[in-house]
């Protein structure tokens, strides 16, 4: 199969040779524009790896001005945390007069195929030139996804679990878990359940071993209830009907949503927070404050990591200096779903 000669950048039309199909079809896998069949776009991703091909790689090099453009990739269910981060991109990028490119990859949790799609969708950032990228996934695994990375692109990472304290942000789901389990058996309670979020999710292991170890620095042991597989009301009541009452005086929910689900089937049982039982969530979603009883629970202001996400990248794109990392901490918000252990 004909390639570029040696030394020779590689080319769109080298990229076609080599997946079998035309420039015009490598050009929609970038673009998007127009269908393109998921064999032949494996085939064109597996022919860009082999070559090393970058889209406009050699028009940035003449480039003598920016876009003011950010691409942002978001992997995973669109949820509140989600849904917040990207608010705040979009609020800083306007102060700054940017614009978001977003490609959002709404994946099953257990969707074999994302590095492929999140690759094409980065390869489509460096096609229209973005000045810098925003990554923000719960997956595991991004580390692996942006080991090439071309460095003259900033890039942030927005993820619980940065392998470098250099260019990524997160919130500190780990110290959420630890303070809403050190709240609750402040109240005297010491058989506290934990309702834990997919396990495919990095927030949710990082809530869970924050309530461990909280747990194991009083002494007590652990429950966790482990059967949801996202972060919705639904697994939370779910968990609910599943959970063995009598054998907890207070739940620790890994989310808003889940809390919501799980004191909805507790109260179909006949038991209700704080009465019989009390629960935090986190979150504080705005919906948190109008449950019955309004939640106690861990706040985790989404919007400001998004503001302080695009803030890092806006100055690592005017001075190439690289950026920090950035934590979200929680914050106790007391509600009415928590009370101390009778006699305590």
């Given at each position: 199969m004909t390639r570029s000669k040696a030394g020779a950048r590689p080319s769109m039309a080298d990229v076609g040779r080599l997946a079998n199909v035309s420039t015009q079809t490598v050009s929609r896998y970038f673009t998007g524009v127009g269908y393109v069949r998921a064999e032949t776009r494996e085939r064109i991703t597996a022919a860009i790896e082999e070559l090393g091909y970058v889209p406009n790689q050699s028009a940035r090099a003449l480039r003598t001005s920016r876009t003011n453009s950010v691409g942002v990739l978001t992997m995973g269910a669109f949820v509140y945390g989600s849904a917040g981060v990207l608010t705040g991109l979009g609020f800083a990028a306007r102060e700054a007069d940017f614009t978001l490119t977003i490609a959002a990859l709404n994946l099953d949790f257990e969707a074999k195929n994302w590095e492929a799609e999140a690759r094409r969708a980065l390869a489509h950032f460096k096609s229209i030139q973005v000045d810098g990228v925003v990554v923000s996934t719960p997956l595991p695994g991004v580390d692996k996804l942006l080991a090439g990375w071309d460095q003259s692109t900033p890039l942030i990472t927005v993820s619980e679990l940065p392998s470098s304290d250099e260019g990524s942000a997160g919130t500190h789901s780990h110290a959420a878990g630890w303070e809403a389990t050190r709240h609750l058996i402040g109240l005297g309670h010491r058989d506290i359940l934990?309702?834990?979020?997919?396990?495919?999710?990095?927030?949710?292991?990082?809530?869970?071993?924050?309530?461990?170890?909280?747990?194991?620095?009083?002494?007590l042991n652990p429950q966790v209830l482990d059967v949801a597989k996202d972060w919705s009301s639904d697994a939370g009541y779910q968990a609910g009907e599943a959970a063995e009452s009598g054998t907890f005086t207070a739940v620790f929910a890994a989310n808003d949503e889940i809390a919501l689900g799980f004191m909805s089937a507790m109260e179909k049982r006949g038991l209700r927070a704080p009465r019989?039982?009390?629960?935090?969530?986190?979150?504080?979603?705005?919906?948190?404050?109008?449950?019955?009883?309004?939640?106690?629970?861990?706040?985790?202001?989404?919007?400001?990591?998004?503001?302080?996400?695009?803030?890092?990248?806006?100055?690592?794109?005017?001075?190439?200096?690289?950026?920090?990392?950035?934590?979200v901490e929680p914050e106790l918000v007391i509600r009415d779903s928590t009370s101390r252990v009778a006699g305590k």
């Open positions: 934990h309702v834990a979020g997919p396990s495919t999710r990095n927030e949710a292991r990082e809530r869970e071993r924050g309530y461990r170890d909280a747990m194991q620095s009083a002494g019989d039982f009390s629960i935090v969530g986190v979150d504080d979603m705005p919906a948190a404050a109008y449950f019955s009883p309004p939640l106690t629970t861990m706040k985790l202001d989404f919007q400001a990591l998004g503001i302080a996400t695009f803030k890092m990248l806006h100055h690592q794109i005017l001075t190439g200096e690289p950026a920090r990392h950035y934590v």
